[in-house]
């Protein structure tokens, strides 16, 4: 979908696709996808937007037309995708203005549930603001040798007018590598607070050679604000600047 206003994916069947199911680019605005089915699909199911960081008229256009803006993914069921490009991420966004990403369940995954963003730790102008990333179930991912993701994954500076929102997501049985929640390098200005993180029913990530931890915020990423969420380990890596606040976060007794 490339340069469209309006167009709305509401209760279809994505399956048997040898790539990603959806792709949209070029200014797409007023765009959503609402209470779909996607699985079986080669690579992954949502992917909002071009990862060319590069390019300014990309991440951060002149012409407001040009902007990925208003698309919502919303009371979707998502499994068994990225079944041959593993390094897919269910749905993936790199930059956008004011998108909520809600009430949808995604499982059996070999990588990240939500990716979100690019650019590492190179510090530019983009259009990433105003993001909700809330009340979703991921679940049962990260289990064929990929890791390096999360169920919620961060990367890169967002526009830092305000604060994206992930909050309310339940996250279970994450088989591998790096955290359930996770911004890595560069990530900038996102909230994280009432999450539930459960890896009780996890013993060992794979190769056994990384601890558990529920939560990653990699170098370079600054003004993050965790709070008031639960898990079932006490484990997390914490590598942010001195601008990022980890407050009030409750363990779980299993």
Same mark, same amino acid.
Not at 114 to 122: A, E, L
Not at 134 to 140: A, E, G, K, L, T
Not at 143 to 146: F, L, P, T
Not at 210 to 220: A, E, F, R
């Given at each position: 979908v490339s340069k469209a206003n309006g167009v709305c994916f509401e209760e279809c069947t994505f399956t048997r696709l040898g790539i990603t199911a959806v792709k949209m680019i070029e200014g797409v605005q007023n &765009?959503? +996808?609402i209470g779909n089915h996607f699985y079986d699909i080669s690579g992954g199911a949502i992917n909002i937007g071009d990862p060319l960081w590069m390019n300014n008229d990309v991440v951060n256009p002149t012409d407001i037309r040009k902007i990925m803006k208003n698309c919502d993914v919303m009371n979707n069921y998502i499994h068994d995708v990225a079944v041959d490009y593993l390094s897919a991420a269910a749905v993936s966004l790199s930059w956008g203005a004011d998108m909520d990403f809600c009430h949808n369940e995604i499982f059996n995954i070999p990588y990240s549930g +939500?990716?979100?963003? #690019? /650019? $590492? =730790?190179?510090d530019f102008d983009n259009v990433l603001k105003n993001l909700t990333i809330?009340?979703? +179930?991921?679940?049962?991912f990260m /289990? @064929? /040798?990929?890791s390096d993701g999360g169920g919620i994954y961060t990367i890169g500076n967002s526009s830092g007018d305000g604060y994206n929102v992930i909050s309310g997501n339940y996250i279970k049985n994450v088989l591998d590598n790096s955290g359930p929640l996770y911004c890595d390098n560069g990530s900038t200005y996102y909230e994280l607070f009432n999450n539930l993180v459960d890896l009780s029913d996890v013993k060992e990530w794979a190769g056994g050679d990384?601890?558990?931890? $529920?939560?990653?915020? =990699? &170098?370079?990423a600054d003004h993050i604000?965790?709070?008031?969420?639960? %898990? %079932?380990?006490? =484990? #997390?890596?914490n590598n942010t600047? &001195?601008?990022?606040?980890?407050?009030? =976060? %409750?363990?779980? @007794?299993n």
């Open positions: &765009s959503h +996808f +939500f990716h979100i963003g #690019y /650019g $590492w =730790n190179i809330s009340n979703n +179930f991921v679940h049962d /289990g @064929e /040798g990929v990384v601890p558990l931890s $529920w939560m990653q915020l =990699n &170098s370079g604000i965790v709070r008031d969420n639960h %898990t %079932t380990i006490d =484990n #997390y890596n600047g &001195s601008d990022s606040v980890i407050v009030s =976060n %409750t363990i779980i @007794e």
